[in-house]
């Protein structure tokens, strides 16, 4: 009896041995539209190091935002110019267990006004698309996003590229809500072409975030008039621009989070200071 009871405990601890630990849940990277032809790496810097990568991150077995999909819109901050591409929507989608589809090309704008032919040609070399031949706005590229998946959140980030055109790009909030009434030249009309494509195809929630030590007269305006289009269309403001706490634990870890431009976070940046406060944001929308 002793050694039948053995037998079935040994029988039993095989099982369970073989088991193994649970699988972790899977995740998904979509890159939409332009395949990036290369990067500025930045292996050199502190905060690109391997214990920083998105291989290094670990899948959460019980997120609250596992199996949520997620469009991601911007330009290089979205697409992780100096982070080997790895950003936010990255490190979002492989520690939630989630969807993210991509769709980020360094050196563009939410406004529609080509760039010269200098800017183009510099661009080319990074994006493989040269933008003072052919609209790469944000308001072009987000018909690159599937029409066939339906996402649980569209995020929009508030361009900083945007904030280095004339002062009069920046535009008005139009009175209408059809994708007809805006112009698509300026800033705020791109916002806004955006906001009611969203809510035409995809029906979901809208996040617009802004970057951190930021403080130019323009990208100030440009996010008070964000504020005014969130309130608008009924979207979400995740505002990193003048979040003191944010800024000053960024501060903090300068040199391991950004690079030197202080504009483009690295591997470390956005998963250590960045992603946080992103599922934070995300997990207080989807609730």
Request: glycine share 8%; aromatic share 10%.
């Amino acid at each position: 009896m002793k050694t039948k009871q053995f037998l079935s405990l040994a029988a039993i601890c095989l099982v369970l041995l073989s088991c193994g630990k649970p699988s972790a849940p899977e995740y998904k990277i979509v890159w939409t539209g332009i395949t990036p032809k290369g990067m500025y790496s930045g292996d050199e810097m502190p905060g690109n190091a391997p214990q920083y990568s998105l291989d290094s991150l670990e899948t959460l077995m019980h997120s609250p935002l596992q199996g949520k999909t997620v469009f991601w819109l911007g330009s290089s901050i979205t697409f992780g110019l100096i982070a080997h591409g790895e950003a936010t929507a990255d490190m979002f989608a492989k520690h939630n267990g989630a969807t993210c589809y991509k769709e980020a090309a360094s050196g563009t704008t939410i406004a529609n006004i080509p760039q010269s032919p200098e800017a183009g040609a510099f661009l080319a070399q990074i994006i493989g698309a040269d933008p003072s031949k052919e609209d790469l706005s944000f308001s072009a590229r987000i018909h690159d996003l599937p029409l066939d998946v339906h996402p649980d959140l569209f995020v929009l980030q508030l361009s900083t590229n945007d904030s280095r055109l004339p002062a009069e790009s920046i535009g008005a909030i139009s009175e209408g809500t059809d994708t007809a009434d805006f112009n698509l030249a300026t800033t705020l009309g791109g916002m806004e072409f955006i906001m009611a494509y969203v809510r035409d195809h995809w029906h979901c929630p809208v996040l617009i975030y802004t970057s951190p030590f930021l403080s130019d007269d323009q990208y100030m305006a440009m996010l008070e008039n964000a504020r005014k289009v969130a309130d608008k269309w009924g979207a979400y403001i995740l505002d990193l621009t003048t979040d003191e706490a944010f800024n000053a634990e960024g501060r903090a870890h300068i040199d391991l989070y950004m690079a030197p431009d202080g504009i483009h976070p690295t591997r470390a940046g956005y998963k250590l200071w960045w992603l946080p406060r992103f599922e934070e944001k995300i997990t207080e929308i989807l609730k």
